[in-house]
């Protein structure tokens, strides 16, 4: 871990910047101002332990100290881009947050392989990442209907799909960055999303042809 981005020395350290322009440039140069990173370390672990609660409340404050760290470093990369259209906190902070949810979100994916996720849909029904609606929740009726068509879905993806769609089909369907997907696939984000057009063409064929009506569930497949 960077530690030396948080350490302070009282002799050589200047006042607490607080307009872009003293930001800048105490932040500017090999040398920067162990003050200002100092407090925009601590900003930057307020404002992540804030979105990190909602998503994993019991470790938001370990993880919000680590990834104030890992932002630090790509903020320092990134002040040439700073253009001076909102506070530099703000702007900071919005650099912070993305790094965390990036790192969430690989984490989450770390331990998942494409071919797991298309052996478990084929021993059982499909499990999109599409929700029921309240009224289907509390609707018995036309719940049964969604998974019925939930599983005519999948039945037509592993059917009539090519290995490579199916893949991108299925993965888009369990709520995988497109990012991680074509990544995985040894693709480029172009050719994923071809895959997952025709793949989803595919399906709204077979459904049309049925005379069966599923744009909501279409949807989440790109």
Not at 35 to 42: H, I, P, S
Not at 154 to 167: A, F, S, V, Y
Not at 177 to 184: G, K, N
Request: proline residues 4%.
């Amino acid at each position: 871990m960077l530690n030396w981005l948080s350490s302070t020395d009282a002799s050589d350290s200047q006042a607490v910047p607080s307009t872009n322009d003293e930001w800048m440039t105490a932040l500017q140069g090999p040398d920067p101002d162990s003050t200002a990173l100092e407090e925009l370390r601590q900003t930057l672990v307020r404002g992540l332990q804030a979105a990190l609660r909602k998503r994993v409340p019991r470790r938001a404050d370990t993880l919000a100290e680590d990834f104030a760290q890992d932002a630090l470093v790509k903020i320092l990369d990134k002040l040439d881009t700073f253009r001076g259209e909102s506070q530099f906190t703000t702007w900071a902070q919005k650099i912070a947050v993305r790094t965390a949810l990036s790192e969430l979100r690989r984490k989450r994916w770390n331990d998942v392989s494409l071919n797991d996720m298309l052996s478990e849909d084929e021993g059982g029904p499909t499990r999109p990442g599409v929700a029921a609606s309240p009224e289907v929740e509390d609707d018995p009726a036309e719940s049964t209907s969604q998974r019925l068509l939930m599983d005519r879905v999948q039945r037509i993806i592993q059917e009539e799909l090519t290995e490579r769609q199916r893949k991108a089909v299925t993965a888009v369907m369990h709520d995988m960055p497109l990012q991680e997907v074509a990544d995985r696939m040894d693709t480029t984000r172009n050719a994923l999303y071809k895959a997952i057009y025709d793949g989803r063409q595919k399906v709204k064929r077979a459904l049309d042809d049925e005379g069966i009506s599923a744009q909501r569930l279409l949807d989440e497949l790109g």
